[in-house]
């Protein structure tokens, strides 16, 4: 069955990086889009940034442009979220989830993925 794992969050210092990835299972990856998501406490969950099935068409939230950078390693079936200069307000947990022969990222644009992971923390924090 179709699976994402989440991994690569921890306590980071403002201004620093971290690379957050996606495992996938169950499914070959070309053929979905997968979506970053994040949930900070208190705040409604945003999108964060979306790569799309087949041709790679990547999106990115005003809030993460020129900071984030999302990219997929098929033969690893791993799609991963680099994430640099973070700030305060990048601290959440951060879901990925995938939608099938999604591409131009639509599900993601909508909140409405079909799969999802469990999520992992990030926290910025000096």
């Known amino acids: 069955q179709v699976q994402l794992v989440e991994s690569g969050g921890g306590l980071v210092q403002p201004g620093g990086s971290l690379r957050l990835s996606c495992a996938a299972s169950?499914?070959?990856?070309?053929?979905?889009?997968i979506g970053w998501f994040r949930q900070a406490p208190g705040k409604e969950r945003e999108g964060v940034s979306c790569?799309?099935?087949?041709?790679?068409?990547?999106y990115y939230a005003d809030s993460v442009k020129g900071r984030f950078t999302i990219s997929r390693d098929n033969a690893k079936n791993t799609v991963y979220l680099q994430m640099n200069s973070l700030k305060p307000e990048d601290t959440a947990i951060y879901y990925c989830?995938?939608?099938?022969?999604?591409?131009?990222?639509?599900?993601?644009?909508?909140?409405?993925?079909?799969?999802w992971g469990k999520g992992t923390l990030v926290t910025v924090s000096s």
């Open positions: 989830a995938t939608e099938p022969w999604d591409y131009y990222c639509s599900a993601y644009r909508s909140g409405r993925m079909a799969y």
């Open positions: 169950g499914f070959t990856l070309d053929y979905y889009a």
């Open positions: 790569i799309s099935s087949s041709v790679g068409r990547t």
